[in-house]
Nanobody, 116 residues
């Protein structure tokens, strides 16, 4: 499974960005898809996840501001980020998981920079 993110960039605080992630290959094995982020000097953290059935969960820090969605037919997941804050600055990684086999597939990441 190959995972590719897109949509990062530079935005001012209070602005919006939408990230996209496309999975290809043996995508029939994918159940959950998620976005993680890693800021400089910090550990990678879960931002939002969505199951194949559409159930979602979010980090407390992004609830009410970020929305994860998924197009199962196109094996694509999106992250709509609104009211961005400087502390949202990080490399954002897409993750696709085969929960039955416990296998994670990662993209290379896309940088989001929020200026104050």
């Amino acid at each position: 499974v190959h995972v590719v993110e897109s949509g990062g960039g530079l935005v001012q605080a209070g602005g919006s960005l939408k990230l996209s992630c496309a999975a290809s290959g043996s995508t029939f094995s994918i159940n959950s898809m998620a976005w993680y982020r890693q800021a400089p000097g910090k550990e990678r953290e879960l931002v939002a996840a969505i199951s194949s059935g559409g159930s979602t969960n979010y980090a407390d820090s992004v609830k009410g501001r970020f929305t994860i969605s998924r197009d199962n037919g196109k094996n694509t997941v999106f992250l709509q980020m609104n009211t961005l804050k400087p502390e949202d600055t990080a490399v954002y990684y897409c993750n696709a998981e085969n929960i039955y086999a416990g296998i994670h597939y990662w993209g290379k990441g896309t940088l989001v920079t929020v200026s104050s």
